[in-house]
């Protein structure tokens, strides 16, 4: 995981928070895990690499940190200014 940059969290609002600091949001079939970029906290574990695209954000429930999941790819384009997402 990595921090989020200044103003890369959009205003829809896609940020998972965890509310218990033991308990990882996400539990998958995969085999990364993903801890928290400040405190090491783990925040999702067994995910596969498809699961953790660019738009997943998590904010530690330990450190109040927002990661987002570390990818060498650029941020996405929006295809279509009208396609909603959300
Ligand atoms: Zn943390």
Same mark, same amino acid.
Do not use: Q, S, T, Y
């Given at each position: 995981m990595r921090r989020v940059r =200044?103003? %890369? $969290? +959009?205003?829809d609002g896609g940020t998972a928070r965890q509310? %218990? +600091?033991?308990? +990882?949001v996400w539990h998958g079939n995969g085999s990364d895990d993903y801890v928290c $970029? %400040?405190? =090491?906290? $783990?925040? =999702?574990?067994?995910?596969q690499p498809v699961q953790m695209t660019y738009k997943v954000r998590v904010r530690c429930g330990r450190c109040g940190t927002v990661n987002v999941s570390a990818t060498d790819e650029p941020p996405p384009r929006r295809p279509r200014a009208s396609q909603r997402d959300r």
């Open positions: =200044a103003g %890369e $969290v +959009p205003f509310i %218990e +600091p033991d308990r +990882p $970029v %400040e405190c =090491a906290n $783990v925040l =999702a574990v067994a995910m």
